[in-house]
């Protein structure tokens, strides 16, 4: 792991062209998170395991999904927001649903079907 830290700003995973994370003030913001590992796979297993990358940078930064102040979610192709919900849904913290946005987006790699974005507090 590449971490960094300066002028009150911690840095996951520098590379040279974005980190994973950063975090200042409380605040943990994550890089969009794409299925690097599954890029083939349908909707729903990409949304898990983009889900799961979310849980274990969280974790990483003092945080959790309970945690999340915001989200935003780019969808290849909106009729799959149905299917990603449902996977969605059975991982979300319920009390805890973050404001969201979901939106249809030329994705960089044309087998991704989702990339997230979040934004997320540091545990107490």
Known sequence: MAAGIEA????????????????????????GQVPEHQPDADIEG?????????????????SSK???????????????????????????VPGHTPPRATVQAALADPRWRIEVVVVARQQA
């Open 8 to 31: 009150g700003i911690q840095r996951l995973h520098v590379g040279k062209r974005l980190s994973e994370a950063a975090i200042a003030g409380g605040t943990v913001y994550l890089a």
């Open 46 to 62: 990409q949304t898990a395991e983009v889900l799961r990358h979310i849980d274990h940078l969280l974790a990483e930064a003092g």
């Open 66 to 92: 309970q945690h999340l102040l915001s989200v935003q979610i780019y969808l290849k192709d909106i009729t799959d927001i149905g299917r990603m919900n449902a996977v969605w849904d059975a991982w979300v």
